[in-house]
């Protein structure tokens, strides 16, 4: 599931891009209207978020060759005072936008909605040994059986979903649980919250194979 972001403003684009992957979609950011017609043409996207002021055009521009490339759903990022664009692009077709400053969670949540009514969410899947994770509708099954998470502990098992075989240092894992959440997190926690997920994840958890621990390391998605 990958998503394109187009957004002229660095420090923004780079922090939903952060958003983003850390909830398990694959994302890549373009900052004009030029960079938004190379990257459609070289790759397949399965959302557009599209910001409507860009230094050399328009949003509704990229939304045109969006809408040209095929079906895939679009969601304005705006600012407050170009309501009148937005109204034009949701005539055009556009499937919802939202007004700048927003919170990450609303963004995600409309994300997730827009990807459902599209029916994009098949293919959203991310398998770790026995373990299913569908991004889309942030559930996580143990073969056929479904396992409930707590948020903090699914975004913990994000982060090595996202990651593939990658080991993650516990300083990693804290920083990109504590981001996403806003809640401060500790190291005990952590112990604490692989515990738990581990408990819920492995056949057993005293020989963990879905997530291993790395001696002075930290800890990687088994295979
Ligand atoms: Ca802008």
């Known amino acids: 599931m990958k998503l394109l972001l187009v957004e002229d403003d660095r420090t923004i684009a780079e922090g939903l891009l952060y958003s983003l992957r850390s909830e398990g979609y694959e994302a890549v950011a373009a900052g004009s ?10 790759e397949d996207f399965s959302l557009a978020l599209l910001d409507l002021g860009l230094p050399d055009g328009d949003g509704t521009e990229v939304f045109d060759m969006v809408k040209r490339k095929g079906d895939i759903p679009v969601i304005f990022l705006t600012a407050r005072d170009e309501e009148v664009s937005v109204v034009r692009g949701l005539d055009m077709g556009a499937d919802d936008y939202i007004t700048k400053p927003f919170r990450i969670r609303e963004l995600l949540s409309r994300i997730k909605s827009v990807l459902r009514r599209s029916g994009g969410e098949a293919g959203s ?15 996580v099954k143990k073969g056929d059986r479904e396992v409930l998470l707590t948020a903090l502990e699914y975004r913990l098992l ?12 516990r300083s990693q894992l804290l920083e990109s649980v504590w981001d996403v959440s806003g809640d401060f997190v500790n190291d005990n926690t952590l112990t604490v919250y692989m515990k738990r997920l581990r408990e819920k994840l492995e056949t057993d958890p005293q020989n963990p194979t879905v997530i291993k621990t790395v001696r002075g390391l930290g800890y990687k998605a088994g295979e």
Request: hydrophobic fraction near 40%.
């Open 158 to 169: 994000l982060c090595f979903a996202n990651n593939g075989g990658q080991v993650l240092s």
């Open 125 to 139: 899947e991310i398998r770790l040994g026995d373990i299913t994770i569908n991004t889309a509708s942030a559930t």
């Open 33 to 42: 209207v030029k960079e938004a017609e190379s990257r459609l043409a070289g």
